[in-house]
């Protein structure tokens, strides 16, 4: 009998410490077992949980949000040879991530970050400027869904078959100009540049070096089959 009221005392007392264990965490939200990455505060709170469920925090003084015990902080060299890789044989991002358990949104940045690096002119071969001729297309594809459309405007030298020219944006007149001010000058200046009937060439290429042809004639081949497989 006086084990049992042991018991329950013991029992009762645990309760009455947790209890007031919690109540000084509720007093004091800025306790917490976990440093901010950034700026080392323990002032965090919860915030939700990551794809695949890790908990998340977020900092209540610099607003870094960040997952509890990441399990890939660092990727090593040969990860990203691979991932280079992959790149090239255009995988999707989200293929990628499944194979070689990057998370998703450190690839994209990874990506984002290589585009950025990316000269927006290409370096071309000394080219003599006559019988210069180029073919540009667009092609589309789209990001997340198949609202948000985005166009690749491409242009190559026929004879040498070198993508000389290269933009990402909307279908618009804007677009094929940014595409056009990516040429290399010299193209810009003698090139022949054949183009489908979209109008948005004619505004941007001179009238007297613009060939708009349809793809019957075979004028815009080379760029139809081998830029834009
Ligand atoms: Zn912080």
């Given at each position: 009998m006086i084990a049992l009221f042991i018991n329950i005392f013991s029992w009762f007392v645990?309760?009455?410490?947790?209890?007031?264990?919690?109540?000084?965490?509720?007093?004091?939200?800025?306790?917490?077992?976990?440093?901010c990455p950034r700026c080392g505060s323990y002032h965090t709170i919860k915030n939700g949980s990551t794809h695949n469920g890790k908990p998340k925090r977020q900092c209540?003084?610099?607003?870094?949000?960040?997952?509890?015990?990441?399990?890939?902080?660092?990727?090593?060299?040969?990860?990203?040879?691979l991932i280079n890789k992959l790149l090239l044989?255009?995988?999707?991002?989200?293929?990628?991530a499944r194979v070689t358990g990057v998370s998703w949104s450190w690839l994209q940045n990874y990506v984002n970050n290589k585009f950025s690096a990316v000269p927006r002119q290409v370096?071309?071969?000394?080219?003599?400027?006559?019988?210069?001729?180029?073919?540009?297309?667009e092609m589309w594809s789209f990001v997340f869904c198949k609202k948000i459309k985005?166009?690749?405007w491409l242009a190559i030298d026929r004879s040498t078959r070198e993508i000389i020219g290269c933009y990402l944006g909307d279908r618009s007149r804007q677009s094929a100009k940014k595409l056009y001010s990516s040429l290399p000058l010299v193209y810009q200046q003698c090139a022949i540049a054949y183009t489908d009937f979209w109008e948005?060439?004619?505004?941007?290429?001179?009238?007297?070096?613009?060939?708009?042809?349809?793809?019957?004639?075979?004028?815009?081949?080379?760029?139809?089959?081998?830029?834009?497989?």
């Open positions: 645990k309760c009455w410490l947790n209890n007031i264990e919690s109540t000084e965490q509720n007093a004091h939200p800025k306790i917490s077992l976990l440093p209540k003084d610099c607003g870094r949000q960040f997952v509890i015990n990441p399990n890939n902080q660092t990727i090593s060299t040969e990860k990203k040879q044989e255009r995988i999707s991002l989200r293929g990628i370096r071309v071969s000394e080219k003599s400027k006559g019988n210069l001729i180029i073919e540009c297309d985005v166009f690749i948005s060439y004619k505004t941007v290429i001179p009238r007297k070096r613009h060939r708009a042809v349809g793809k019957e004639t075979g004028q815009t081949n080379h760029i139809v089959r081998e830029a834009l497989p």
